[in-house]
């Protein structure tokens, strides 16, 4: 008989979620502020080199070559936290009808003056009350707009750190587990179209595209499947709908019906602040539940495929 993966109860996934959270407060509580100082340093020079550049003082007397030069020196994430709220990059492109390329910009003058235009008409005005007014900035309103909007990039910067770090570690704890304590084999990514295209039998590889999504982490297990793992770390209940069910929830589907049910098991690898109700709903879509806190149980599953 096909070994499975257990499906937990409400009972078991709601202590494990509790553990999980434990060890994310811990974790956060205790990370040092050393990244965000030397973040919010970097974006704070950046900030008054742009202000000081485009000559906010008066707007009036922006030119679309002085956005043109800051694209040119890559100081264009500021530009794009100037507004209320700050603007993505792909937003602006549709928002100013441009590339936003260094070479489109330099070369057609109505794409950095759609630019401006854009920047300009979406100003924060608590950030730049003198420019409505259009008189010039007291010293106090310059410096608080240079502080404020060095907080806003420093905050996501930050946040995307975080999100990149922790999946990378466990990502690699996941890796690690696998090679040293189940003994088996990393071999090369690759993108994977059907079984043959899979690692050896006992063995995994990182991220590769698995009909046509990617996953994170593919094992080949002992009995002929593919165990095709997602790592998921959340930082908010909220969050992990769009991580987990959105995100690893819809691979799965595409998964299972490409190869196959007999042939899969779409996995997910938790980490964070997940709610119990969306876990009960992401083993409903075909996805097992693993928690990088106990990695055992992911190889308890494996080896029951051998």
Known sequence: MTAQAKRWSHGELTQDMKAAMALFREQRLGEPLALWKATFRTRRNMTRQVFNELDLRNPRRVHSRQVVA?????LDEVLRYLTAPPVSHDDLKVLSDSTLSVKSLRANPYQARSVLRT??????PFRFPWVEARRRPSPAEW???IMATAALMTAQRVATTRRNTSKDDQESAVKEYL????E????APRDIHTLRDAPATGSFCGESKVAGRKADIVVSLFDGRLLLIECKVSNSALNSVKRLNNDAGSKAAKWVEQLGASQ??????LSGVFKVRNLMQAQDQHLALFWAHRLEDLGTFINAAR
């Open 119 to 124: 920047l300009l008409q979406t100003l924060d």
């Open 143 to 145: 410096k608080a707009a």
């Open 184 to 187: 088996l084999s990393e071999e």
């Open 70 to 74: 800051l694209y040119e020196k890559q």
């Open 179 to 182: 090679r040293t304590v189940l």
């Open 264 to 269: 899969v098991v779409p996995a997910a690898m």
